[in-house]
């Protein structure tokens, strides 16, 4: 069985100060990993994934997260964060063998204060 | 030109009622999910539905019942309403490749049971 842990629930942090949310996941062999954003108020959006080749993967919004096998971590970055990046942050897994099932952490609520 | 739509987006009902959410994708994507996500953000697959067939389902009680019509629709049946399933329901699709498919959701429907 594959899970997802998030370790931070809640993150305050000042506009321009730098993000790093933690996610670690656990299954047995190949994986892909993804980031999910939801606005307050709003549907899930895709901010990145991760499937094979630069571990350090680019997304949109100035997002980026570095897959370390070795870890089984997929924390997301972000130099630094805007008024307008709260909102709550989901890391996902897919395990390449475990058929189409995506598994979901708990999320992250962000809050950046103007 | 919404991807991934589900109506209604609020839903309130009474204890015992049955109630359908509808979804629609036009992705042209030959899979689409039922996620439930609870009053503390944590998202849950429900449901899975590769061309009209079920691919995967969790455990959910038999009170919900996803239909496939065709594969751009995958509505949700539940019926007898209990306190329990208040939550926000996210539709996803996806075009299947195996492993390296993305799943884009729809906005949501929050179902509120009195």
């Known amino acids: 069985a594959q899970s997802v842990s998030q370790h931070n629930h809640h993150v305050i942090l000042s506009e321009a100060a730098s993000l790093e949310l933690g996610c670690n996941y656990s299954?047995?062999?190949?994986?892909?990993l993804f980031w999910y954003v939801q606005y307050p108020g709003q549907h899930l959006q895709l901010l990145l994934k991760?499937?094979?080749?630069?571990?350090l993967v680019k997304g949109i919004k100035g997002f980026e997260a570095e897959f370390i096998k070795s870890k089984f971590s997929f924390n997301l970055r972000k130099p630094s964060v805007q008024w307008s990046d709260t909102a709550e942050y989901f890391c996902?897994?897919?395990?390449?063998?475990?058929?189409?099932?995506?598994?979901f952490g708990g999320g992250t609520r962000l809050m950046v204060k103007p | 030109d919404t991807a991934v739509s589900q109506t209604p987006k609020y839903l309130v009902t009474q204890m015992g009622n049955d109630k359908s959410i509808k979804c629609e994708q036009n992705?042209?994507?030959?899979?689409m999910y039922w996620y439930k996500q609870d009053s503390k953000k944590f998202l849950k697959i429900m449901f899975s539905?590769?061309?009209?067939?079920?691919?995967i389902n969790e455990t959910v009680p038999n009170r919900f019942s996803p239909k496939s019509p065709d594969k751009a629709h995958l509505n949700l049946h539940i019926n007898s309403l209990e306190l329990g399933d208040s939550a926000v329901y996210f539709c996803?699709?996806?075009?299947?490749?195996?492993?390296?498919?993305?799943?884009?959701f729809g906005p949501g429907t929050r179902l509120t049971v009195l």
């Open positions: 996803a699709s996806s075009q299947y490749s195996g492993s390296t498919d993305t799943q884009y």
């Open positions: 299954y047995g062999g190949t994986v892909n």
């Open positions: 991760y499937f094979s080749g630069d571990p």
């Open positions: 996902a897994v897919k395990g390449i063998n475990a058929g189409n099932m995506l598994t």
């Open positions: 992705l042209g994507h030959d899979t």
């Open positions: 539905y590769n061309n009209k067939e079920l691919i």
